[in-house]
């Protein structure tokens, strides 16, 4: 059973129009992630989420915003989406904070934009 | 330089075949280490740590070498299955949260 659930699988968008992509976890992990992933390229970390202590990645665009209401959810929120910003959009979560923590991933969602 | 480089492939190799990918990184206080596993169009999976002592899981073994900054995979008796990017992890702080990823070796086995 998928541990961490992201939905949808795929979102289209229009330019401009704001989206959002929720994941959830039945793992009770303590720490939540949103990554972009461009096509060919590696994923990049756009912010976590400690408990409810959120953590932005310096290059983060300001387009780009988090919630997390409770441990199970997280929602990544993107107020004007451009081109740009046609992606997946990988959740992943590890239980805590420390160096020797994997992070286990949900299945994606693919953004594309009009 | 990039924090985490790997070598893009793609590996084309026959089934059987013993397989060996490197990756080096940067940042001589990254903290731990990981091979990812991701299909085309799919999430990455955690294939498994790496371990100074190195370490095996069947087929797979993962070795880190620190004072020469390189992680490597190897892989032995290749399967069809085990056609996928292989994504070399770093991460880099001891906060446990800097997850920087290569850009991944892509690896085809053929029959």
């Known amino acids: 059973d998928a541990m961490v659930i992201q939905n949808p699988r795929y979102q289209v968008t229009q330019f401009g129009k704001p989206v959002t992509l929720s994941c959830s976890q039945t793992l009770n992990h303590n720490v939540m992630y949103w990554y972009q992933q461009k096509s060919s390229q590696a994923p990049k970390l756009l912010f976590h989420y400690y408990d409810k202590d959120f953590n932005n990645e310096a290059d983060t665009p300001d387009n780009f915003q988090s919630r997390r209401p409770n441990t199970s959810f997280c929602f990544l929120d993107i107020r004007s989406p451009g081109l740009g910003d046609a992606a997946m959009y990988l959740c992943a979560t590890s239980a805590h904070k420390a160096p020797n923590q994997p992070q286990h991933f949900g299945d994606g969602t693919r953004l594309s934009i009009l | 330089r990039k924090e985490v480089e790997q070598d893009p492939g793609p590996f084309n190799v026959p089934e059987g075949a013993t397989v060996a990918f490197n990756c080096t990184y940067s940042?001589?206080?990254?903290?731990?280490f990981f091979w990812y596993r991701q299909d085309c169009r799919k999430e990455p999976k955690l294939l498994m740590s790496?371990?100074?002592s190195g370490n095996e899981d069947g087929r797979f073994t993962a070795q880190l070498n620190r004072a020469s900054q390189y992680i490597s995979l190897l892989i032995r008796d290749s399967k069809l299955s085990d056609s996928a990017t292989y994504l070399c992890v770093g991460l880099l702080n001891q906060a446990g949260t800097a997850l920087i990823f290569g850009k991944g070796t892509t690896l085809s086995v053929s029959s």
């Open positions: 940042n001589s206080a990254s903290q731990s």
């Open positions: 790496v371990y100074s």
